[in-house]
């Protein structure tokens, strides 16, 4: 069946484009192109009219026709791109619809067929999906390493050799006398193969961060200046400010970009002993809120007290926390924070000490490394990457303890577990999962 969809968005823009794909896209979309020959050049931007069933011109844009198997999908695809009216794009699409070999596309159905015609393998057709929905730069360039298969290549790193171990024990066990000898060393390759499972598996928490952000809380004692440095860090002025303590009192939350990496910072209400009924509410959703966050942001006044900042500090639970010591700008006493590690001292007020309170977070979120050299392995994978690290770890414990059969029978799952990954094992109900999260047209 030959599907049909507008590959960009229904909004008005500069150039619209209406897709097709599969056998019967050169003939269709030659019906609304009257000008195109019957056998138009392969990638050839030719320049049309668009006509509507009376053969009345609705608009003059390109025709694009991409040969099988040479396209996106792997099938016969044509591209009409017209001037980007959503109203105009409703016709054209509308028009090829009429077709009764033509049908509207699914969700991710164009990238599920290039998947389908081995044009790319899952982790690629995934990285397409992460690429549209990237938003910070460092999204875009992890899904575009995916993209050109650097998931693909790791994935592939564990999946042969573990393939080419399944066949050898299987060889043994169904052809003892051939294939001899052929199980040797079945454990040390188990056991490599397993942390090799486990170190990608590792890299699932830095996929997170990159694909949705980093939330990091700024909290402490009333007026310390968290808004103030909120302020300073969002580069604009989202928040109250006030000489009055317990001034903030709902949470506040602003995306920022910092190295390519996407942040959400929070500004929270101040804590104190005795608070308002309102100001009580706002404290609960500042607990809440601490709960919630990659790293929280200490940040204490000059008067606090190395008892009080630890005070705080077990406010903030399991949740990491980076002491700041605040308005270093009238800070002439000595500061408690001079004790503290990381020493830093910022200024909401005059902006000092911000870079390497920006370097601090970055460091610690990331630890070492590019944001964008991160292998984006999603939940999915992560949950098949450790089925699979499982399975070998049973593996390793037969391959010293147990029948050949067993042994075989672990490795096998695990082999199973990694082609959910890359696709090479996988059921038409998690493709169905899979694409059901793409947009139409993509
Ligand atoms: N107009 C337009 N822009 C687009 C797409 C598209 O389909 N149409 N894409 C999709 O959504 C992406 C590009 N992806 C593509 C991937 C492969 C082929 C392709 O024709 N591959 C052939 C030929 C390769 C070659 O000549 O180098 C092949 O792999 O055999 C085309 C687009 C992004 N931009
Ligand atoms: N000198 C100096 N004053 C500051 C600085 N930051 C904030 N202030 C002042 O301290 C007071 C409190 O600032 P806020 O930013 O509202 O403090 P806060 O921690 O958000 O306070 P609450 O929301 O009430 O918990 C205001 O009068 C600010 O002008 C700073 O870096 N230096
Ligand atoms: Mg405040």
């Given at each position: 069946?030959?599907?049909?969809?507008?590959?960009?968005?229904?909004?008005?823009?500069?150039?619209?484009?209406?897709?097709?794909?599969?056998?019967?896209?050169?003939?269709?979309?030659?019906?609304?192109?009257?000008?195109?020959?019957?056998?138009?050049?392969p990638r050839h931007a030719y320049l049309a009219s668009f006509v509507d069933a009376g053969g009345r011109t609705l608009d003059e844009g390109l025709f694009l026709y991409f040969r099988a198997p040479h396209s996106f999908t792997g099938e016969d695809v044509v591209e009409l791109q017209a001037h980007g009216s959503p109203r105009l794009l409703q016709l054209l699409l509308a028009r090829v619809l009429e077709d009764e070999r033509v049908r509207p596309a699914r969700p991710g159905e164009f990238t599920r067929r290039a998947f389908l015609q081995g044009r790319i393998d899952l982790t690629r057709a995934e990285a397409v999906a992460d690429l549209v929905a990237a938003d910070s730069e460092a999204a875009v360039r992890a899904a575009a390493a995916g993209l050109s298969g650097a998931l693909a290549l790791r994935v592939a790193s564990l999946e042969e050799p573990l393939r080419a171990l399944h066949a050898d024990?299987?060889?043994?066990?169904?052809?003892?006398?051939?294939?001899?000898?052929?199980?040797?060393?079945?454990?040390?390759?188990?056991?490599?193969?397993?942390?090799?499972?486990?170190?990608?598996?590792?890299?699932?928490?830095?996929?997170?961060?990159?694909?949705?952000?980093?939330?990091?809380?700024?909290?402490?004692?009333?007026?310390?200046?968290?808004?103030?440095?909120?302020?300073?860090?969002?580069?604009?002025?989202?928040?109250?400010?006030?000489?009055?303590?317990?001034?903030?009192?709902?949470?506040?939350?602003?995306?920022?970009?910092?190295?390519?990496?996407?942040?959400?910072?929070?500004?929270?209400?101040?804590?104190?002993?005795?608070?308002?009924?309102?100001?009580?509410?706002?404290?609960?959703?500042?607990?809440?809120?601490?709960a919630s966050v990659d790293l929280a942001l200490l940040v204490l006044p000059p008067e606090a007290t190395p008892a009080e900042a630890e005070?705080?500090?077990?406010?903030?639970?399991?949740?990491?926390?980076?002491?700041?010591?605040?308005?270093?700008?009238?800070?002439?006493?000595?500061?408690?924070?001079?004790?503290?590690?990381?020493?830093?001292?910022?200024?909401?007020?005059?902006?000092?000490?911000?870079?390497?309170?920006?370097?601090?977070?970055?460091?610690?979120?990331?630890?070492?490394?590019?944001?964008?050299?991160?292998?984006?392995?999603?939940?999915?994978?992560?949950?098949?990457?450790?089925?699979a690290a499982e399975a070998l770890g049973r593996a390793h414990e037969a391959s010293r303890l147990s029948t050949l059969e067993v042994l075989s029978g672990e490795v096998g799952l695990a082999l199973e577990a990694l082609g959910e990954v890359s696709g090479t094992s996988v059921s038409e109900a998690l493709l169905d999962a899979i694409f059901q999260r793409f947009c139409i047209g993509k």
């Open positions: 069946m030959t599907i049909a969809a507008l590959a960009t968005a229904p909004a008005a823009g500069a150039v619209g484009i209406l897709r097709l794909s599969g056998p019967a896209a050169l003939e269709v979309g030659r019906r609304l192109a009257p000008g195109i020959p019957e056998a138009p050049v024990l299987e060889g043994v066990l169904n052809f003892p006398e051939e294939a001899e000898g052929a199980d040797e060393g079945a454990g040390p390759r188990v056991a490599a193969l397993r942390s090799e499972a486990e170190s990608l598996l590792a890299e699932a928490g830095r996929g997170r961060l990159v694909r949705r952000g980093a939330r990091v809380a700024l909290y402490g004692p009333v007026n310390a200046g968290k808004s103030t440095l909120f302020n300073r860090l969002v580069g604009e002025a989202r928040a109250l400010v006030d000489a009055e303590p317990g001034t903030t009192r709902d949470v506040l939350e602003a995306r920022v970009e910092w190295n390519g990496l996407a942040l959400s910072l929070l500004d929270t209400a101040g804590l104190r002993e005795t608070p308002g009924r309102i100001e009580a509410l706002g404290i609960a959703r500042t607990r809440e809120a601490l005070g705080w500090v077990k406010e903030a639970g399991a949740t990491a926390v980076l002491r700041v010591a605040g308005k270093c700008d009238v800070a002439a006493l000595p500061h408690a924070a001079a004790t503290w590690e990381r020493g830093l001292r910022v200024s909401g007020k005059t902006g000092e000490g911000l870079e390497p309170l920006r370097t601090a977070v970055l460091s610690h979120l990331w630890g070492e490394g590019t944001p964008a050299a991160v292998a984006l392995v999603s939940e999915r994978h992560a949950d098949a990457l450790r089925r």
